[in-house]
């Protein structure tokens, strides 16, 4: 899954984990493999892009899940690690189907763009350690408005950069954090 195409295979990976009528979150990650963190770095920050990042308490949750996963990354693990309870939360196999029907054709926009380029800016720890910086401040900062979505999109950026080895996106994805980052300080200082 080094090529453009890792999404669109992560993708793939996520459908076919979507078995029968109810499948385990645990399943989903092992699926994915030594890629789970890109993808669960981009579900996760997904959430404070969304809508859901403006509501009180998510960007502190997502936060808290983001530095566990990033943590692990940085500590050399291969694969993600969650708790046994979350490994066991049960979702409805239709619905991550039909979720990744729908993102099929977005992984395959973004599989044309995202291409393994300009690599030394895509080593796993740099980006963890960054995701792990933008995840603290999200988790201290989250009630300054629009801060959660900005660095939602850095961490995304990030994720994508993960999957497809791709510096650029991994670059932009700092410029980004570096926005966030100012952003914080503007509002932090005006205070």
Same mark, same amino acid.
Do not use: C, H
């Given at each position: ?18 078995? #029968?009528?109810? !499948? ?24 404070? !892009? ?56 977005? #992984? ?17 720890? !740099? ?45 932009? #994805? ?15 200082? #005006?205070?």
């Amino acid at each position: 899954m080094s090529d453009g195409g890792a999404l669109s295979d992560v993708i793939e990976k996520l459908i076919e984990a979507a078995e #029968g009528e109810k !499948v385990r979150f645990g399943e989903i990650v092992e699926a994915l493999g030594e890629r789970g963190f890109g993808p669960l770095l981009l579900a996760l920050s997904a959430f404070l !892009v969304l809508p859901t990042g403006a509501i009180p308490g998510i960007p502190a949750v997502v936060g808290l899940a983001l530095l566990l996963l990033m943590g692990q990354l940085i500590l050399g693990r291969r694969s993600p690690w969650i708790p046994k309870w979350l490994a066991n939360f049960r979702i409805d196999a239709e619905t991550l189907r039909k979720s990744g029907r729908t993102a099929r054709p977005w #992984g395959r926009r973004l599989g044309r763009i995202l291409s393994p380029r300009m690599r030394f800016l895509a080593q796993e720890k !740099v980006i963890a350690v960054v995701s792990l910086l933008s995840s603290a401040i999200v988790i201290a900062l989250g009630f300054v408005p629009l801060l959660p979505m900005v660095f939602g999109f850095n961490l995304m950026l990030l994720g994508m950069a993960l999957v497809a080895r791709d510096g650029l996106a991994a670059l932009l #994805g700092y410029l980004v954090s570096l926005g966030g980052l100012i952003l914080a300080v503007m509002n932090l200082g #005006g205070s």
